[in-house]
């Protein structure tokens, strides 16, 4: 069974610019979830996707906005760029939302100069 | 306040000797689950051990296994037998079974295994 992908792996962006990020969870899940993770602050919640719903959001500001697909495919995207959004941004797949366990893609890295 | 405590920046182990991993929990829900993933430093999350919280066994899963105290909200990561390739952050995670069901992770514990 294949795992979570996303796309792209890295990214360099420059301050201004939006971004968008894909993500293709495991055959079956329904359940998506988007974190950013920095070395200042380790990993947060951005949202939560359950069936093309946003179930639960993160403290992140309004640049910040998701989507989910009829096929469970997501996306997330990042409007005006700061350089604070550099990081690596990690998509969770699950089946459901409350007893299955959240599996990870190898996440994209963000570069923002 | 739901909260996740990782103690340990980091932690060195000798090869094939066993290594415990701290983690304690603050929830006044009684129905969690409690999660440990890997991160090596090419970035993926690999899902390790889970725990229900009214699982009355500790959980396993070769070389893992979870030490659950519930009435002292610690869920400790023991690896046995430890290999080069653990080395790796090791995050310890808490999700609400109602409500939310939001995941809340730990700052993580950095290990490093000594050959």
């Known amino acids: 069974k294949a795992g979570v992908t996303q796309t792209p792996r890295y990214l360099i962006k420059t301050r201004g610019q939006q971004v968008t990020l894909s993500c293709s969870p495991i055959?079956?899940?329904?359940?998506v979830s988007w974190y950013q993770q920095t070395p200042g602050q380790g990993l947060q919640f951005l949202f939560e996707?359950?069936?093309?719903?946003?179930?639960n959001k993160g403290n992140f500001p309004g640049r910040f906005s998701g989507r989910q697909f009829s096929n469970s495919r997501s996306e997330m995207n990042v409007s005006t760029l700061e350089l604070g959004d550099s990081a690596l941004y990690l998509c969770?797949?699950?089946?459901?939302?409350?007893?299955?366990?959240?599996?990870f893609g190898p996440g994209t890295r963000l570069t923002v100069l | 306040a739901q909260k996740i405590t990782q103690t340990q920046p980091g932690m060195f182990v000798q090869e094939k000797e066993a290594v415990t991993l701290d983690c304690t929990y603050d929830t006044s829900d009684p129905s969690y689950g409690l999660f440990w993933y890997k991160q090596p430093s090419s970035g993926e999350m690999i899902f390790l051990i889970y725990?229900?919280?009214?699982?009355?066994q500790n959980a396993t899963e070769g070389r893992y296994s979870l030490n659950f105290q519930k009435a002292r909200k610690s869920a400790n990561l023991v690896i046995s037998a430890s290999q080069l390739g653990d080395s790796a952050m090791y995050f310890c995670?808490?999700?609400?079974?109602?409500?939310?069901?939001?995941?809340?992770f730990g700052t993580g514990t950095r290990l490093k295994v000594l050959a």
């Open positions: 725990q229900g919280s009214y699982d009355q």
């Open positions: 995670a808490m999700r609400f079974n109602s409500g939310t069901y939001k995941y809340i």
């Open positions: 996707y359950f069936s093309e719903t946003q179930r």
């Open positions: 055959s079956g899940h329904r359940s």
């Open positions: 969770a797949s699950s089946k459901d939302r409350a007893t299955d366990t959240q599996y």
